[in-house]
Structures are given as structure tokens and as C-alpha cells.
């Protein structure tokens, strides 16, 4: 049975026997004679012979060889060309594109194309550097919007896989205003920044880049943790705490995220009690694990173990979940070790065991565009490359 990509070779050979078909159409009409169709058609034939019989690279090549580049098959050649991509053959996609460009009868719009074509096929390699004078050049010559705005894509994403972020911040100028989703790029690009210029003991700038990240995406997240972190390290703990209290407006889904920081600052600002009215009142809002578990903890260590079971046994009555019921049994066992017992409730023992295997492995973070998942928090997701779209694990297997 045919796969896909030899249902693609057959649309290509169907898209040549056409351009075949009329070639020699015209041919005919103009040297009355068939003598080049017996030729033309034998190389073509013997092209679907090979395609039938699931020889798919060998299909290919006699139908280039079958084919010459002029303006009716050019289009025949890139969709070739694309196809070889596709198959994670860009080796072979690159021989057709530059083929085509080594023809000077090429129109200057199709000249072009085909050198979007040959961008691709470089990025396809990992060749990165030959793509981005390539595409840098097609973007300096006067060509049509259409192609301007997909060779600005691509030389953006460029840009961002070498971690350019200022190349990729001044390409992208023109399209910020038009595109929300690059504007949210942009956001983070300023953030990565601001951690470079932070490394470098460069506070201001880096607090200048966070500046412009959230005149860029008033929604950044990271931007208000960054900004709350360098008012920690000048122990300005209240405008920290200012910085982070502003995340519930953003996305409350990122309270776990920012709780470390907020607890941080809170301590260090030797405000306990402040830190447990915080916690109590963001709970009332949005009542996740970690707020409840953190809770917990504060009146664990002030108040001991049972006013610790009293509040979180509550709380997590109302939003149950595996991890808080986790903490409920490590507090529940503390208990009984504390009333003298030699050993803990084989039923807590053996609930314990069921939580902490249900836990095991059990990712904290989810992307929000393709399901990704991972433990630690990253703000640009590997696989669909979107940037802000991972978020934590809302739910009874999570927050």
C-alpha cells in the first residue's frame, strides 16, 4: 500500500505528465513532428513504473531528468523540491532549488521564490548561517508583501534558535503592532535579555528590558517575577511582593509559580503574619496545592502538627487533590509518632504508598498549545516553540 510520501511523489508525477503533455503539445505545433514524444513519454512511463513498484527515489529522479526547467514546470521542480524536504531528504531539495537559480531566465518573482525555497532547505540541514544571508538578502531586494512576510517569519525564527534576541527584537519591530503572537515573543526575548544583563550586574538595563517587556505584553508573567527578583537582591522586599501581587491579575494559574519568591520575600522581610494573611487570601480566590501546602507548613512549625492537620484537612476538603492528600498523610503520621506510637497506622502507611506511587513521574507543568509536558517550568515550550504556553498542572493530579 502507498504511504504518504509516495501519494505525494504520484501528485508530482501527475503535475509532470501534465507539463509534459503540454510541452509537447507545443512542440508539435510548432516542429509538426512527434519524434521527442516517444522520448518524453518512455522517461515519464518508466517514472510511474518505478513509482508503482514502491521505488519512490528512483520515480523522482527520471522525472527531473524527464523534465526540463522552463516557465511552465518551474512550479514542478519546487513542489519536488518541497517534497524532498518533506521526506527529510533537504540534501536533494537544495541540488533542485539551486538548480533553478543557476537559470537566468528565472523572473525576478520567481527568482525569489525559488530563494525562499533554498532558506527552508538550509534550515531543514541546520545550516543556519547560509539560511540567514539568504534570507537577508531577499529581504533587501523590493519583492511583494507575501513573500516579505514569510521570509520575515522564518528569518525571525532563525534569530530566536541562535538566541539573537536583539537580531530577532529589531526584525520583528515592523510586525509587533500587527501580531499578538509575536508580540508575546517579543516580551520573552526582553526578559532574555534582562537575565543576560542581570548576570552581568547590569540591574538597570535589565530592569530597562523587563520595562519594555511589559509595554510589549502587559499579560508577562515572567516579566513581574524577573522585576520582583531584582528588587530582592536590593532587598526592596515590599516592592517585590508589590511586583508579585500583580501575577494573580495576569494569570492566577502562575501563583504556584511565583509562591518561592513570594515566600522569600516575606521571610526575609521577617513578615510571617503578613506572608499567612497573603496565603489566606489568595486561597479564598483561587485555593491551589501549593497555597494550601505552604499554609500548612506556616502553622505547622507556629502552631504544631494537629492545628496544621485542622486548617489543611479543611482546605483541601474543599479543593481535594493527590499532592495535598499526600501532606495531609505525612502530617497525619507525624501525629501518631508524636502521641508515642511505636509505628504509624498500617492504613495511612499503606495510603501513603498509593499517593506517593499515583505521584511518581507525575509531570507539575502542561503547554497549553500542544500538551507538552514537564516537571520544571520553561517559558518557551520545546516542541511547538511558543513562548508563555506552559503553565502548571491545574486539577486534582495537580494544582
Given at each position: 500500500m502507498l504511504d504518504i510520501p509516495l501519494l505525494g511523489v504520484l501528485f508530482v508525477a501527475i503535475a509532470i505528465g501534465y507539463g509534459l503533455g503540454f510541452r509537447q503539445a507545443s512542440r508539435r505545433s510548432r516542429e509538426r513532428s512527434g519524434s521527442s514524444h516517444s522520448g518524453l513519454s518512455r522517461d515519464y512511463f518508466v517514472g510511474l513504473n518505478y513509482l508503482l513498484n514502491e521505488q519512490p527515489d528512483e520515480a523522482i529522479n527520471t522525472f527531473i531528468n524527464a523534465l526540463d526547467v522552463n516557465s511552465d514546470t518551474v512550479e514542478t521542480h519546487i513542489t519536488l523540491g518541497r517534497l524532498f524536504r518533506s521526506r527529510g531528504e533537504a540534501d536533494k531539495a537544495v541540488s533542485i532549488h539551486q538548480n533553478l537559480l543557476a537559470r537566468p531566465a528565472l523572473?525576478?518573482?520567481?527568482?525569489?521564490?525559488?530563494?525562499?525555497?533554498?532558506?527552508?532547505?538550509?534550515?531543514?540541514?541546520?545550516?543556519?548561517?547560509?539560511?540567514?544571508?539568504?534570507?537577508?538578502?531577499?529581504?533587501?531586494?523590493?519583492?511583494?508583501?507575501?513573500?516579505?512576510?514569510?521570509?520575515?517569519?522564518?528569518?525571525?525564527?532563525?534569530?530566536?534558535?541562535?538566541?539573537?534576541?536583539?537580531?530577532?527584537?529589531?526584525?520583528?519591530?515592523?510586525?509587533?503592532?500587527?501580531?499578538?503572537?509575536?508580540?508575546?515573543?517579543?516580551?520573552?526575548?526582553?526578559?532574555?535579555?534582562?537575565?543576560?544583563?542581570?548576570?552581568?550586574?547590569?540591574?538597570?538595563?535589565?530592569?530597562?528590558?523587563?520595562?519594555?517587556?511589559?509595554?510589549?505584553?502587559?499579560?508577562?508573567?515572567?516579566?513581574?517575577?524577573?522585576?520582583?527578583?531584582?528588587?530582592?537582591?536590593?532587598?526592596?522586599?515590599?516592592?517585590?511582593?508589590?511586583?508579585?501581587?500583580?501575577?494573580?491579575?495576569?494569570?492566577?494559574?502562575?501563583?504556584?509559580?511565583?509562591?518561592?519568591?513570594?515566600?522569600?520575600?516575606?521571610?526575609?522581610?521577617?513578615?510571617?503574619?503578613?506572608?499567612?494573611?497573603?496565603?489566606?487570601?489568595?486561597?479564598?480566590?483561587?485555593?491551589?496545592?501549593?497555597?494550601?501546602?505552604?499554609?500548612?507548613?506556616?502553622?505547622?512549625?507556629?502552631?504544631?502538627?494537629?492545628?496544621?492537620?485542622?486548617?489543611?484537612?479543611?482546605?483541601?476538603?474543599?479543593?481535594?487533590?493527590?499532592?495535598?492528600?499526600?501532606?495531609?498523610?505525612?502530617?497525619?503520621?507525624?501525629?501518631?509518632?508524636?502521641?508515642?506510637?511505636d509505628a504509624p497506622d498500617t492504613r495511612l502507611v499503606l495510603l501513603k504508598h498509593h499517593t506517593e506511587a499515583l505521584l511518581k513521574d507525575r509531570p507539575r507543568h502542561r503547554c497549553q498549545r500542544c500538551g507538552f509536558t514537564s516537571d520544571a517550568l520553561q517559558w518557551q515550550c520545546p516542541t511547538c516553540r511558543y513562548w508563555g504556553t506552559i503553565k502548571p498542572i491545574i486539577g486534582v493530579e495537580g494544582e
Amino acid at each position: 500500500m502507498l504511504d504518504i510520501p509516495l501519494l505525494g511523489v504520484l501528485f508530482v508525477a501527475i503535475a509532470i505528465g501534465y507539463g509534459l503533455g503540454f510541452r509537447q503539445a507545443s512542440r508539435r505545433s510548432r516542429e509538426r513532428s512527434g519524434s521527442s514524444h516517444s522520448g518524453l513519454s518512455r522517461d515519464y512511463f518508466v517514472g510511474l513504473n518505478y513509482l508503482l513498484n514502491e521505488q519512490p527515489d528512483e520515480a523522482i529522479n527520471t522525472f527531473i531528468n524527464a523534465l526540463d526547467v522552463n516557465s511552465d514546470t518551474v512550479e514542478t521542480h519546487i513542489t519536488l523540491g518541497r517534497l524532498f524536504r518533506s521526506r527529510g531528504e533537504a540534501d536533494k531539495a537544495v541540488s533542485i532549488h539551486q538548480n533553478l537559480l543557476a537559470r537566468p531566465a528565472l523572473s525576478d518573482a520567481t527568482n525569489a521564490k525559488v530563494q525562499l525555497e533554498l532558506a527552508r532547505d538550509f534550515v531543514a540541514l541546520g545550516v543556519h548561517d547560509r539560511a540567514q544571508r539568504l534570507l537577508r538578502t531577499l529581504l533587501d531586494q523590493d519583492h511583494d508583501s507575501e513573500l516579505r512576510y514569510p521570509a520575515k517569519r522564518l528569518l525571525i525564527d532563525l534569530l530566536e534558535r541562535e538566541k539573537d534576541w536583539q537580531g530577532a527584537l529589531d526584525t520583528a519591530a515592523p510586525l509587533v503592532k500587527q501580531q499578538p503572537n509575536i508580540r508575546r515573543a517579543a516580551a520573552h526575548w526582553q526578559c532574555e535579555l534582562a537575565e543576560i544583563e542581570t548576570a552581568n550586574a547590569s540591574r538597570a538595563l535589565a530592569k530597562r528590558h523587563l520595562k519594555k517587556a511589559l509595554q510589549l505584553d502587559s499579560q508577562c508573567v515572567r516579566a513581574n517575577l524577573l522585576l520582583a527578583g531584582l528588587e530582592m537582591e536590593n532587598a526592596h522586599y515590599p516592592q517585590a511582593i508589590g511586583y508579585l501581587t500583580r501575577i494573580l491579575d495576569q494569570d492566577s494559574a502562575h501563583l504556584p509559580t511565583m509562591l518561592p519568591a513570594l515566600k522569600r520575600a516575606y521571610l526575609r522581610n521577617n513578615d510571617e503574619v503578613g506572608l499567612e494573611t497573603h496565603l489566606r487570601q489568595l486561597i479564598t480566590i483561587v485555593p491551589y496545592t501549593s497555597l494550601i501546602i505552604e499554609l500548612g507548613e506556616l502553622i505547622h512549625h507556629r502552631d504544631g502538627v494537629d492545628a496544621a492537620i485542622g486548617v489543611t484537612g479543611e482546605l483541601l476538603s474543599q479543593a481535594p487533590s493527590l499532592r495535598g492528600l499526600n501532606y495531609l498523610v505525612d502530617l497525619y503520621i507525624e501525629s501518631q509518632r508524636l502521641q508515642g506510637r511505636d509505628a504509624p497506622d498500617t492504613r495511612l502507611v499503606l495510603l501513603k504508598h498509593h499517593t506517593e506511587a499515583l505521584l511518581k513521574d507525575r509531570p507539575r507543568h502542561r503547554c497549553q498549545r500542544c500538551g507538552f509536558t514537564s516537571d520544571a517550568l520553561q517559558w518557551q515550550c520545546p516542541t511547538c516553540r511558543y513562548w508563555g504556553t506552559i503553565k502548571p498542572i491545574i486539577g486534582v493530579e495537580g494544582e
